[in-house]
């Protein structure tokens, strides 16, 4: 059984790997992948705990993915680099303080909201949006927007360097990342889809919403662990091996494939537009409609 999990942990790691930086939704993906095909983990404990365990996974091994973004960007991200002028520590931290801005409303949003609606309606947000169907038509939806954008910004850009982007502009991105509660719109689609309306280019636009992940992926992997760590100290539950074994090999598998898949991003968008990932959210969101209607 510790074998076919571990099979099952690394295609999810891989899953995750490619689709959580490119402008496809992870979420549409993972959805699909957990239509065929289920952690057991645990079988033993119950349907609750899989519950509890398959939630929590599904964002901790995004930690994989962020620390891929930490390993290929630490020169330009450590402020502390002794490789480094002041000025260009000056600069550093100047981009991260842009970070942190622009990752306010998604955070205000994302755990205050959500907890003032689940108090007043009994539900949090993913209880009312988390369905196929917001999934499909926000895939298709952003898939056009992707394509519309691109072909009206044809033209030279106003921000060629992700250092360049104004405080304001930062901000202006960072709203656009509260879209991505929407499940299918895409953390870094929304962002991305976000930098290019204001004039930024495909190179800078992918970076900064890079950045944006790290706080955003980290936030949500904590928020999701601790409430796992309270389910399993509250209900007195011991973790299986199996269980942690697929968390630690996913999240793994994560980050080798986030190694690859980021570099290929930047290297792509500087010689073509996201076009081809917009024609590709249209028909994966054609096809989980299809997929729902049909076997649903």
């Known amino acids: 059984m510790l074998f076919v999990e571990i099979l099952k942990s690394v295609l999810f790691g891989i899953v995750e790997g490619i689709t ?52 290929i960007y630490f020169q330009k991200l450590n402020p502390f680099s002794r490789l480094k002028s002041s000025g260009e520590k000056k600069g550093t931290w100047v981009l991260w ?5 622009a990752s306010i409303p998604a955070a205000l949003i994302g755990v205050v909201g959500d907890k003032i609606l689940e108090k007043l309606s ?37 921000v060629d360097r992700v250092e360049d982007i ?14 991505s509660i929407v499940p299918g719109t895409s953390r870094s689609g ?4 976000g930098a290019r309306m204001i004039g930024v280019s495909r190179p800078a636009a992918a970076e900064f919403s890079f950045f944006l992940g790290i706080p955003a992926i980290a936030g949500a992997a904590l928020i999701k662990g601790a409430g796992f760590v309270g389910y399993v100290m509250e209900n007195n539950v011991s973790i299986p091996l199996t269980s942690i074994v697929a968390l630690i090999v996913a999240t793994a598998v994560s980050f080798a494939v986030s190694m690859l898949v980021v ?4 290297d792509f968008v500087k010689k073509h537009s996201f076009i081809p990932f917009g024609v590709y959210r249209i028909i994966l969101g054609v096809l989980v409609i299809l997929y729902f209607a049909i076997w649903g």
């Open 20 to 71: 959580e930086w490119l402008p496809v939704s992870s979420t549409g993906h993972l959805i699909l992948l957990g239509e065929f095909l289920s952690l057991d983990t645990a079988p033993e404990l119950g349907a609750t705990f899989a519950a509890e365990y398959s939630s929590m996974f599904e964002v901790v091994i995004q930690l994989g993915a962020i620390l891929a973004v930490a390993v």
């Open 97 to 101: 303080g842009k970070v942190a801005l």
């Open 122 to 158: 009994g539900r949090d947000i993913d209880g009312w949006i988390f369905n196929w169907q917001v999934v499909a038509a926000a895939l298709i939806i952003y898939g056009i927007l992707f394509i519309l954008v691109e072909k009206l910004h044809k033209s030279k850009t106003a």
């Open 166 to 179: 104004s405080v304001g502009q930062a901000m202006a991105i960072g709203c656009f990342q509260v879209l």
């Open 190 to 193: 929304s962002t991305i889809l």
């Open 263 to 266: 570099r290929f991003l930047v």
